[in-house]
């Protein structure tokens, strides 16, 4: 359940740009979460719920943007959509794949008030 | 007239509505203290490494062995996390070597902050070796970076082969792994050649020791790697923090 320390961070993030902006309420947060995140959605959501009550992100509205995963491989150097940090090059079959994106995890932007 | 001053309220609400960019990373905080405990670390040629398993691995066994090896001739210290309980800490006092307990409550994890103030409690010698043991638990450790020179993960032959397929996060941010408890193979239908396939499949470059903390086999090849990252640590220590 790390993801109770992801939502604080994320917390900590919009409250720090509250301060720095000057918002005091926040409807929405729109979050992109990668693929290949090591993250459960729906225990980040939970998490959100319970670490945002009392704060200026309380009842704020959690849109995820899921972003795909993508890889390239370390022989062929073909770039192409990786689902799965298991699977193999799917032009050469080899295992060795550089993960490109799709594994992060930010905070895109906020609807305040 | 209730309705009607209902969508008032709303359409004053929707002109103070903006929208504010942030595209901040959620690890960036951590990130930030793993940094800082980074710097500090090559600053001092201290080694660290940042050891991580599943519960039951025999993670503290493998530990405690490695301490009573090494403890003559080599500075050292530990940091256990452990979600409850001083026991950890205490095994590996009484195996002579200095270790602060961090317990993370109800978390599954240490961050970067936690390591950070448990290294400045220690006061870490110049050119010593920094053993964290994390928390037992193959997934969240691995999103967080302690500023560490490498995580090792600790699989043992009693838990499933496919264990790197499952948890594949860890595989890929681990260095080394060790392969424990080698000693009960032959009571085992456990297929080493295969675990260490599948997790090379996660992490080609991954490192690979077969070791057993109880019989000492693998033990050699295991303390000559330590002591191998804790002489480039010293070699790559800055110039200005000589002396």
């Known amino acids: 359940m790390h993801e109770i320390s992801l939502a604080e961070s994320m917390l900590q993030l919009i409250e720090d740009a509250g301060h720095q902006q000057g918002f005091t309420r926040v409807k929405t947060v729109w979050l992109e979460i990668g693929q290949l995140a090591c993250v459960e959605q729906e225990s980040l959501r939970f998490g959100f719920d319970v670490v945002t009550r009392g704060s200026i992100a309380e009842q704020a509205r959690l849109e995820i943007i899921e972003t795909a995963g993508q890889g390239r491989c370390g022989k062929c150097a073909q770039s192409f959509p990786l689902t799965a940090l298991y699977e193999s090059c799917p032009a050469c079959g080899n295992y060795d794949v550089e993960v490109t994106g799709g594994d992060g995890m930010r905070v895109k932007e906020l609807e305040v008030e | 007239m209730h309705f009607r001053s209902r969508e008032a309220k709303a359409e004053t609400d929707v002109s103070t509505l903006r929208i504010v960019k942030l595209e901040q990373d959620l690890l960036a905080k951590n990130n930030g203290y793993a940094e800082a405990n980074r710097r500090y670390l090559s600053a001092h040629g201290i ?3 940042n050891l991580v398993s599943s519960p039951g691995s025999g993670k503290t066994t493998l530990l405690v062995k490695t301490i009573a090896a090494l403890n003559e001739t080599q500075p050292l210290a530990v940091i256990e996390g452990d979600q409850q309980t001083e026991n950890d800490a205490a095994r590996i006092r009484a195996a002579g070597a200095p270790a602060i307990q ?38 969240c450790p691995a999103s967080f970076d302690l500023g560490e020179a490498h995580k090792v993960v600790i699989l ?88």
């Open chain 2, 102 to 139: 961090i317990n993370t409550g109800k978390g599954c994890h240490l961050d970067a902050q936690m390591v950070g103030q448990a290294m400045q409690q220690l006061g870490l010698p110049n050119d010593s070796l920094l053993l964290i043991e994390n928390v037992g638990n193959l997934v």
């Open chain 2, 156 to 243: 043992s032959v009693t838990e499933g082969e496919d264990k790197p397929l499952k948890y594949p996060d860890m595989f890929r941010a681990a260095d080394l792994m060790l392969l424990n408890k080698c000693d009960l193979l032959p009571h085992l239908e456990f297929d080493a050649d295969l675990a260490i396939e599948y997790a090379r499949r996660i992490n080609p470059r991954l490192q690979v020791i077969r070791i057993s903390a109880t019989s000492g086999a693998g033990m050699p090849e295991w303390l000559e790697w330590i002591k191998d990252g804790c002489r480039n640590a010293v070699a790559a220590k800055p110039e200005a923090s000589l002396g």
């Open chain 2, 47 to 49: 080694f660290a490494l």
